[in-house]
Nanobody, 126 residues
Framework: QVQLVESGGGSVQAGGSLRLSCIAS????????WAWFRQVPGEEREGVAN???????RYADSVEGRFTISRDNAKSTLYLEMNDLKPEDTAMYYC????????????????????WGQGTQVTVSS
């Protein structure tokens, strides 16, 4: 069982920045697939960024160039650095992890991940 706890959300104006953190009870060096998702009430949860055990990353088109996913293995922490935030980035953000191989096409599919945090709210005002 892996426990994930997110933090770092808040309210910012458009163009601002936030850094989300996700502390994991598991060693982030283990061969897990990690990801950040976000969800707006009434809409489906969508993948934002993914990082694998080998350090390779993937980003949603909507955040490419503005968001950066990373991990600090020594702290067992996953990060999401968010810059140039836009009102459409407003959502609840969740970190997720799974120990099994996830194909490229499924890395932004929520059901591919076994472990989830409780989420942290990000609100961007115009």
């Amino acid at each position: 069982q892996v426990q994930l706890v997110e933090s770092g959300g808040g309210s910012v104006q458009a163009g601002g920045s936030l850094r989300l953190s996700c502390i994991a009870s598991a060693d982030t060096r283990t061969p897990y697939y990690w990801a950040w998702f976000r969800q707006v009430p009434g809409e489906e949860r969508e993948g934002v960024a993914n990082i694998n055990a080998d350090g390779s990353t993937r980003y949603a088109d909507s955040v490419e160039g503005r968001f950066t996913i990373s991990r600090d293995n020594a702290k067992s922490t996953l990060y999401l650095e968010m810059n140039d935030l836009k009102p459409e980035d407003t959502a609840m953000y969740y970190c997720a992890a799974d120990p099994n191989f996830i194909t490229w096409t499924r890395r932004f599919v929520p059901i591919a991940y076994r472990y989830w945090g409780q989420g942290t709210q990000v609100t961007v005002s115009s």
